[in-house]
């Protein structure tokens, strides 16, 4: 679905000092809603007075951009937004024409407020060019003098070039080693300070087999056959105490019942001994 292209002419208004502009705009319906204007004054004002200070007013819709763009000057000269009268319009006719170029006078005011840029070429004094001569002379006197003591590579040790003076090593790849060295000597400190110990036996681990839990292969296949061993024993007695625990609980049912049956035999003699009372 292609959205549809608005065009207008608008009028932004100084809440400060009461300047306005006039301007047309072509959008979209779901992109900006406050377009306050790119002219050369109004960009100013804006950056001085703050976006808050302005207010943006539709006045008229267009089927076209043309339209919009020749409808600027009757709405200039309606409201005097013109510079000479107190705006902020340089042109009659409005900022840009229809075919979206800047007027002539637009064009001749930008051309009078443009500053120089910093890459235009200028003769050098005498002062000056004597400085370079000298940075020139410094330069080679030093390139001399490290051609005959070169800086060295902290972990190749290859000589470096003049370029590459404030540099350490030759290449990325000696940087790295020599980094990872250091990483690995620290580690090992640390691991001196508190090693771990073998399992089976309580010997000391080799730093490179730090993270193993035994110190051999045959410290590992003796603590596995130990574990076996406990293991079954382990289960032996847990199946022990399970036997013993269901013999514990048929005994105690089975005197239960006795207890019951004597109870309601004795309870069975009472009440014929009182019949027989009774009678």
Wanted: glycine content about 4%; hydrophobic content about 25%.
């Amino acid at each position: 679905m292609k959205y549809q292209q608005i065009h207008y002419v608008y009028i932004t208004t100084n809440l400060i000092n009461g300047k306005q502009y006039v301007g047309d705009h072509s959008k979209y319906k779901y992109k900006e809603k406050n377009y306050l204007g790119s002219g050369v004054y109004i960009t100013k004002a804006i950056k001085e007075y703050g976006k808050l200070n302005f207010t943006n007013k539709i006045l008229e819709y267009f089927n076209s951009r043309r339209e919009a763009s020749l409808s600027q000057e009757k709405y200039i000269r309606l409201y005097q937004t013109h510079v000479s009268q107190g705006g902020y319009n340089i042109s009659w006719t409005g900022g840009t024409n229809c075919n979206g170029k800047h007027s002539k006078e637009s064009i001749e005011l930008m051309k009078k407020n443009h500053k120089p840029t910093k890459g235009i070429k200028r003769k050098l004094s005498e002062k000056e060019k004597q400085k370079i001569k000298e940075k020139i002379n410094l330069l080679e006197k030093n390139k001399s003098e490290y051609l005959e003591h070169p800086n060295k590579c902290k972990c190749c040790g290859t000589n470096l070039k003049y370029r590459d003076i404030p540099l350490i090593f030759c290449s990325v790849s000696c940087s790295t080693k020599y980094v990872q060295s250091i990483k690995h000597q620290i580690c090992l400190d640390k691991y001196l300070l508190n090693p771990k110990r073998c399992k089976c036996c309580k010997n000391v681990i080799n730093f490179d087999k730090r993270f193993n839990a035994y110190c051999s292969s045959e410290c590992k296949t003796k603590s596995l056959f130990q574990k076996r061993i406990t293991d079954k024993e382990f289960t032996k007695n847990k199946w022990n105490k399970l036997r013993l625990d269901h013999y514990k609980f048929m005994e105690e049912e089975k005197n239960k019942k006795l207890k019951e049956e004597e109870q309601k035999r004795l309870d069975h003699f009472l009440q014929k001994t009182m019949v027989s009372t009774y009678q």
